[in-house]
C-alpha cells in the first residue's frame, strides 16, 4: 500500500547507490469527499482523488503537497476557531523535483458502487511536475457512508498493485444552530436545513450528533462569505457540540453564508509496495447550508 501524507520512505532507483545526502522521499493521499446539500441554495457532490509523490532535490513536503493539491484537512490542527486565509503560493526548490506516480488503474469500491478513477496528466509546474493524478470523473456518483471502502490498484512497472480496506465515517446527522437572539424568539433549536438568518456579534452554538471520537475524527466547521472574502473555520472534538465565540462572529451585514459541518477521519496503513511502504486515506463527509446575516 503506498499512500502517505506526512510519512516518507527513502528510495533508491535501481543500479544506483544511494547518496546518504540526496534522499528521495515519496508519499500519497487518497482522498473521499462527500457533501450532502441540506435547503435550497447548496449542492450535494462526492469526489475521489489520489495522488502518490515522489519528490527529491530537498523540496519541502508541505510544498510539494500544496504545488500538486494534496494538502487536505489537518487531523492534528487545534480545537478553536480562526478566520482563514487564501494559502501562499507554493514555490518548489527550482533544483529538485516532484513525481506524480503512475501506481495502474484505480478503483475504489463500497457497498455495491464501483467507481474507476481517472489518470489525468498534471499540469505543468516550471518543469518541476511530472505525472498523472487521479480523480473521480464527475461529481454525480453515489458513495455510502459508514462502509467498508476497498482500494485497489492494477499496479505499473514501478509500483506494485495493491489491496486495502478502510471504514468510512458517518455524516453528521442531527444538526441544528442556537443563538441568544433565536433563544429570546422562543427557539432552543434550529435544523440547520430551516432557513435562518445568522446575527453577527453574538455566540454561534452547533449541536450534531456525536459519532465515535475513539476513532479520532474531528468535527470542521466552515463559515464561508464569498462575495465578502471571509471564511471562518472552527475545530472542534467529536462529542456532539462546538461553540462560535461572539468576538469572532465578526461577518459583514447583509451576506450570504455558506454553512458546511464536516466529519474528518484519517486513516493510516502501512504495507510496503514498491517505492512507498505508508498510506493515508482521507475521509471528509459534510452536510451544507446556507444562510443570510442580519442587516
Known amino acids: 500500500m503506498l499512500l502517505a501524507t506526512g510519512c516518507t520512505v527513502a528510495v533508491v532507483d535501481e543500479g544506483t547507490a544511494a547518496d546518504e ?11 473521499v469527499e462527500r457533501v450532502v446539500a441540506l435547503g435550497e441554495g447548496t449542492v450535494g457532490r462526492t469526489h ?18 500544496r504545488v500538486v493539491g ?41 457497498g455495491t458502487r464501483a467507481l474507476p478513477l481517472a489518470a489525468r496528466a498534471f499540469p505543468d509546474v516550471g518543469d518541476l511536475v511530472s505525472g498523472v493524478v487521479y480523480t473521480s470523473r464527475d461529481h454525480s456518483s453515489e458513495l455510502p457512508e459508514a462502509s ?32 441568544p437572539s433565536l433563544v429570546r424568539l422562543g427557539i432552543e433549536r434550529l435544523p440547520l436545513e430551516a432557513e435562518f438568518t445568522l446575527s453577527t456579534g453574538e455566540e454561534l452554538l452547533v449541536g450534531w450528533d456525536a459519532g465515535r471520537p475513539s476513532l479520532g475524527d474531528r468535527i470542521y466547521l466552515d463559515l464561508v462569505a464569498a462575495e465578502q472574502g471571509q471564511q471562518l473555520r472552527c475545530v472542534f472534538e467529536d ?13 459583514a451585514a447583509g451576506a450570504q453564508i455558506d454553512i458546511a459541518l464536516h466529519r474528518h477521519r484519517r486513516t ?6 514498491g517505492v512507498i511502504d505508508e498510506a493515508v486515506v ?3 463527509f459534510a452536510v451544507a447550508a446556507r444562510a443570510m446575516t442580519n442587516e
Open 282 to 284: 482521507d475521509f471528509d
Open 21 to 31: 545526502d540526496e534522499t528521495t522521499t515519496a508519499q500519497g493521499n487518497v482522498s
Open 268 to 273: 493510516m496503513v502501512r504495507r510496503a509496495s
Open 239 to 251: 462529542d456532539g457540540e462546538g461553540v462560535v465565540p461572539a468576538q469572532l462572529n465578526g461577518f
Open 148 to 179: 467498508t471502502y476497498s482500494i485497489e490498484t492494477s499496479g505499473s512497472p514501478l509500483v506494485e498493485g495493491f489491496s486495502v480496506q478502510v471504514e468510512a465515517p458517518s455524516t453528521p446527522v442531527g444538526v441544528f444552530v442556537s443563538q
Open 70 to 110: 494534496s494538502a487536505r484537512l489537518e487531523q492534528d490542527a487545534a480545537v478553536g476557531c480562526s478566520w482563514q486565509q487564501a494559502p501562499a503560493t507554493a514555490t518548489p526548490n527550482a533544483e529538485g523535483s516532484i513525481e506524480l506516480l503512475d501506481v495502474g488503474e484505480i478503483v475504489v469500491r463500497a
Open 48 to 65: 475521489v482523488s489520489a495522488r502518490f509523490v515522489r519528490v527529491s532535490g530537498g523540496i519541502d513536503q508541505r510544498t510539494a503537497e
